[in-house]
C-alpha cells in the first residue's frame, strides 16, 4: 500500500500527456497478462483489451471475466491500480486543465488563432458592449478580440475572446491573431483627460497596427475614436481607414437635433442594427452604368441609394458611370438586402 502511495504521489506531478501514454502502456501490458493468465476465456488480444478497459472504468459488463485464481488476483490488483488510481488521477488532471484553461482565458493570457474576427481596444465598457450587441446582431458567426491593459476581460461573453496586454504591442496584437482579423477598432482612452494625449495614445496604436500592416504585407482595415478633429491629418498619415469624431460628433448632433427637430431619431436609425430599415453596402452590378439606373432599380426593389463611399453628391451626378469596384450604400431591411445581394 505504501509502494502504490508513493507511485501514485509522483504520478499526479506528471504531466497529462505522459500520464495518458503512461496508463495507455499499462493498459496494453495488463492485457497481454490476462491473455497470458486465461488464454481460453480470453480467445484474442481484442476481448483481453475489451475487458481491460471495461475492468479499469468500473462497467463490467460480464461478458468476459477471469475464473482462476491469479486471473481474480490480477483483477483486483488492476481495478485498485488502473481503475481507481490511474483513472482518478486522469479525470482530476482533465478537471485541471479545463479551469486552468479557464483562468488563463479569463486573464487574457490565451492566444486567439481564429479569423475573420473584430478587434476592439480600448477601455470603455459602455462603449464596448454596444459595439458587441451590434456586430452580435449582424454578424452570427464572427468573434470579438477585446485587447486592454486590465487583468479581466470587461465583458463576459461567449463569442468574446479576452487579450491582456499593452495595445501598443505588437506581440500583443500578434496574440490577437490581427493578421487575420476583419478590422480593428481603437477607441479613445477615457481614463486620459486632456485630448491631445488621449489621441497621441490612440495615434500610437495606430501606427502599430500599420507597422505589422506594412512588415507583414497584409491590409488591416483600421477605424479609430478622435477626440479633436484638426488631429485627423496626423492619422491619415498613419494611413487609418476610417475616423470617428468623439466629443465634436455629439456636439455637431446636439446641434443639428435644435435646427431640425426629430433629426436626431433618424441618426439612431442609421446607426443601429436593431432597427429594421439599416445601412448596407452593396456592390456595383454589371448592367449598372448611372447612379440613375442604380437607383431606380434599387428604389423598385425597396431600398434607397444615398451614397458611393462618403460621397453623398451621387443625386446631383446621377448621369455619371459608376466607376468599377465603387462601395456603395443603400438602406432597407434584411430581406431588401438579401434580394439585391441574390440578384
Known amino acids: 500500500m ?17 500520464l495518458l ?18 488464454p481460453e476465456t480470453f480467445p484474442s488480444y481484442f476481448d483481453a483489451l475489451w475487458w481491460t478497459m471495461t475492468t479499469i472504468v468500473t462497467v463490467g459488463y460480464g461478458d468476459f471475466y477471469p475464473t482462476s485464481f491469479w486471473g481474480r488476483l490480477f483483477t483486483m490488483l488492476l481495478m485498485y491500480t488502473l481503475g481507481i488510481g490511474a483513472m482518478g488521477l486522469i479525470i482530476g488532471k482533465i478537471f485541471e486543465s479545463f479551469s486552468l484553461y479557464r483562468k488563463l482565458k479569463e486573464e487574457g493570457k490565451l492566444k486567439y488563432s481564429g479569423s475573420d474576427h473584430y478587434i476592439l481596444i480600448g477601455s470603455s465598457k459602455e462603449k464596448m458592449t454596444n459595439v458587441l450587441e451590434e456586430i452580435i446582431c449582424t454578424e452570427t458567426k464572427s468573434d470579438i478580440v477585446i485587447i486592454d491593459n486590465a487583468n479581466k476581460c470587461p465583458i463576459d461573453h461567449e463569442r468574446v475572446h ?7 504591442s505588437e506581440e500583443v496584437l500578434l496574440k490577437a491573431n490581427i ?38 504585407n497584409k491590409n488591416i482595415y483600421t477605424i479609430v475614436e478622435i477626440m479633436k478633429e484638426h488631429h485627423i491629418s496626423l492619422f491619415e498619415y498613419a494611413k487609418v481607414d476610417e475616423f470617428v469624431l468623439s466629443k465634436e460628433s455629439v456636439s455637431k448632433l446636439m446641434a443639428q437635433a435644435a435646427i431640425y427637430p426629430g433629426s436626431s431619431r433618424l441618426f439612431k436609425k442609421l ?22 439606373e ?26 455619371e ?15 431588401t438586402y438579401d434580394k439585391i445581394k441574390d440578384c
Open 162 to 168: 479576452f487579450i491582456s496586454g499593452d495595445p501598443a
Open 2 to 18: 505504501w509502494i502504490l502511495h508513493k507511485i501514485f504521489s509522483k504520478l499526479s506531478k506528471v504531466a497529462l500527456k505522459k
Open 179 to 216: 493578421l487575420e482579423s476583419k478590422s480593428v477598432s481603437i477607441f479613445t482612452d477615457e481614463r486620459i483627460e486632456l485630448s491631445e494625449f488621449a489621441d497621441g495614445k490612440t495615434l500610437l496604436i495606430a501606427s502599430r497596427v500599420e507597422s505589422i500592416s506594412k512588415h507583414y
Open 21 to 38: 501514454g503512461i496508463t495507455f502502456l499499462m493498459i496494453l501490458g495488463c492485457s497481454f497478462i490476462i491473455k497470458l493468465f486465461e
Open 321 to 335: 458611370r459608376i466607376a468599377e469596384g465603387a462601395k456603395m450604400f443603400v438602406i432597407c431591411n434584411k430581406e
Open 294 to 319: 442604380a437607383a431606380m432599380e434599387l428604389f423598385e426593389l425597396g431600398a434607397t441609394l444615398i451614397s458611393d463611399g462618403s460621397n453623398l453628391d451621387i443625386a446631383r451626378r446621377s448621369n
Open 271 to 292: 446607426l443601429s442594427n436593431a432597427d429594421e430599415e439599416n445601412l448596407y453596402e452593396i456592390n456595383k452590378k454589371p448592367h449598372w452604368k448611372t447612379y440613375k
